[in-house]
């Protein structure tokens, strides 16, 4: 086992939709396969019931590496959308994910994408010993998260922001992840080396240590579904910036990928590289 290119650890989920469809969903399956559509190897790290193991049907059809945990439980989510907006009951949580449970052999990784979806990650441990050579980006949603007594998701503190970004080297996260508090926001900024902030069709803004270096226009889209666009914007931009060091670039490159991800839905709106680079605004 050769280490990957880009390592994903957080949960594949059991989408449950209206009409009673079902969807694998989850940061881990969608910034993995934009990764692999972009020509570089993904990993994912994630924890299923066995009974669900075919919800990795599409990562691993698109050759992507996975690691599955045994669990009791699927991580579940029941999905009702609004348009852009989206309410979503939590119905099961599997497993806790810890550094350990990354095969000796990927720790070697040149990016480590820490992606909870309902704060399946260990959140105190030390993920940069794990892996001592990676780019280590967060996206926090999942530690965003609490639910009521029937499940429903609602926006809550992000009690450990300090040690985790402390030892991060980038942070990518939206205003939607704090219910658009942007008092909360800036906290959270503030604590990173580098952050980027999305705010979908008013582009991506940059910060160092909180400090705003500037706005990067979105590119123009046409939107049938907006799941996972976070996860596919932070996987290009992450693929682009240790590509090539410039983070501006990177935006861009992560705005035509994600562009080309609200086109379809589900998965199938990642795009390859070349029609992403093709798509990219000009700087």
Known sequence: MQAPEYLVVGHVTKDLLAGGAIRAGGTALYAGLTVQELGAQAAIVTALAPADQDLLAPAQAAGILCHVLPSSETTTYAITYHGEARDMHLAGRATLLTPADIPAAWRDTPILHLGPVAA???????????????????TPQGWLRTFDAAGLMSPAPWTTARSLLDRADVLVMSGEDVGNDQEA?????????LAVVTAGAD???????????GTVPSCQAAPVDFTGAGDVFTAAFLVGY??????????????????????????????????????????
């Not at 399946?120 to 990676?134: F, G, K, Q, V, Y």
């Not at 926001?185 to 080396?193: E, N, P």
């Not at 582009?203 to 270096?213: D, F, K, Q, V």
């Not at 590509?243 to 709106?269: K, L, P, Q, Y």
């Open 120 to 138: 399946e990650l260990d959140a105190t441990a030390d993920w940069n010993a794990c892996c001592p050579n990676a780019l280590v980006a967060v």
């Open 185 to 193: 926001l800036m906290h959270y900024v503030g604590m990173a080396r």
């Open 203 to 213: 582009g991506a803004t940059l910060y160092e240590r909180g400090r705003a270096l």
């Open 242 to 283: 240790r590509e090539s060091g410039d983070m501006w670039r990177a935006v861009a490159f992560a705005h035509a990928a994600a562009a080309f991800a609200i086109e379809g839905m589900g998965t199938a709106g990642i795009a390859t590289r070349p029609r992403v680079e093709a798509r990219m605004a000009p700087r």
